[in-house]
């Protein structure tokens, strides 16, 4: 242990005991009340201690929490997306920002899939339906869509994205893959296209797997919508805002497109009353694709086994900013942490 007098790791909101057990075995810990700004910049201020580490599950980490704790290192964002983080900040600040980008990715993956058989196959309507004593009518008047032989346009060839990709394509899904930051793919079954636009116009299902940036906002707004085939489905398991929901609405609403699957909103979380829930053919989850108790383990685990890296001076295997690294702004005392 350091010189440093007191040096604990303050949790916004508990993450799974196994993990928070890891730290506590190295390291004391202190659990915030309410993972708001005001509640994580009164833990990260108090005379007791002094903050080395703050880990976080959806809360937001603006410059002003993290200016707010001088013997702040590193801050562990518990899950993929770096947006409610400061990176910018943090990096200027000499903080480093590690998160999980590969712990959730089956279950992100899995949940698309379920997407994928329930838009096809009706699921939903017809249990509810058959158990209303319609079954029979049902079985006249409506039929199943195969997802052998369809396309599959998957944007964002990331961990996620990828790892759908390679489960898809043994149901027999033909895949298209659209992403800038990707030169080729990894497996000989994706066939990389040059253009969105192009996806967007092939694609019999559409599939959002991109972080949110400034470039990615309203990625998908009306002029995307409108290149997309009438029989074509969208999914977003990514970030709501990737996805214009007034372009989206309009767009379903003049049956432009065959309907949707959503797990994320503009809003999160999702709120209780929006346009797109009047839509029979609009299926939607809570922001829940990456909420197993498989993948929160691992979420935690990952999250914990990073941020102690970092604490002990060795290069995390997911850090965010490497800069601080590169450039040797790492706190002066962080190697002597843990």
Known sequence: MSNLV???????????????EQIGSLIPYHISKDPSEVAMINALTTKQYNPVALIVRGSLVPRSVLEACDTL???????????TVDIDAATELGIGVVNTPAANKISVVEHVLGFLFCLTKNYIKWNKETKAGCGTQIRKEEKNIELEGKLLGIVGLGNI????????????????????????????????????????????FVSLHVPLTQSTTHLIAKKELDLMKPSAYLINAARG??????????ALRLNKIAGAALDVFHEDPAPKVHPLYAFDNVLVTPHIAAR????????SETVAENVIAFLKGNHPTYLANPDIWKFRKIKKYNAFVI
């Not at 759908?164 to 027999?172: D, E, I, K, V």
């Not at 893959?177 to 092939?202: G, H, Q």
């Not at 197993?292 to 979420?299: A, D, G």
């Open 241 to 250: 805002k990737v996805v214009d929901e007034n372009a989206l609405v309009e």
């Open 6 to 20: 007191n040096p604990v790791v303050i949790f916004a909101e508990p993450i799974h005991p196994v993990a928070m």
């Open 73 to 83: 290192c590193v801050i562990g964002r518990h899950g993929v997306g770096l947006n």
């Open 161 to 204: 994205g990828l790892e759908l990709a390679l489960r898809a394509s043994t149901l027999g899904i033909n895949i298209l893959a659209y992403d800038p930051f990707t030169s080729n793919a990894e497996a000989s079954n994706i066939e990389m296209v040059n253009s969105l636009d192009t996806l967007l116009r092939k694609s019999d």
């Open 292 to 299: 197993t108790e498989e993948s929160i383990l691992r979420v």
